[in-house]
């Protein structure tokens, strides 16, 4: 573990949700990940980062409620998380920061 400054303490729960397959968990773990990072490393991601993560998360959570209103299938609000999880496992690749499996 010598290039991992920080071990994310929600990792677990993270992993559940994306296991179980379940977007609105995945969602809600996302947001406790950014909040934290968001703490842990204020000079590195700021307050502003973290406001617009969770507005992407907003916009994904009324995603899986209304998809069908906005014209769009289960799949692409499936992909759009994915995409909101390349995100997070980006930027803590770049900061050094584990999510433990």
Same mark, same amino acid.
């Given at each position: 573990?010598?290039?991992?400054? /920080?071990? #994310?303490? =929600?990792?677990?729960?993270?992993?559940?949700? !994306?296991?179980?397959?379940?977007?609105? %968990?995945?969602?809600?773990?996302?947001?406790?990940?950014?909040?934290? !990072?968001?703490?842990?490393?204020?000079?590195?991601? &700021? $307050?502003? %980062?973290?406001?617009? $993560?969770? @507005?992407? *998360?907003? =916009?994904?959570?009324?995603?899986?409620?209304?998809? %069908? &209103?906005?014209?769009?299938? /289960? %799949?692409?609000?499936?992909? =759009?998380? &994915?995409?909101?999880?390349?995100? #997070?496992?980006?930027?803590? @690749?770049?900061?050094?920061?584990? *999510?433990?499996?």
């Amino acid at each position: 573990m010598g290039q991992w400054k /920080y071990k #994310l303490k =929600n990792s677990q729960a993270l992993r559940d949700a !994306i296991h179980n397959g379940d977007l609105d %968990e995945v969602l809600n773990q996302l947001e406790v990940c950014w909040k934290e !990072i968001n703490q842990q490393f204020p000079e590195d991601y &700021d $307050d502003r %980062e973290l406001s617009s $993560d969770l @507005d992407d *998360i907003e =916009n994904e959570r009324d995603n899986i409620l209304n998809y %069908e &209103d906005y014209d769009m299938d /289960y %799949e692409e609000v499936e992909d =759009n998380v &994915d995409y909101l999880l390349s995100n #997070l496992y980006d930027e803590c @690749d770049g900061l050094g920061i584990w *999510i433990e499996i």
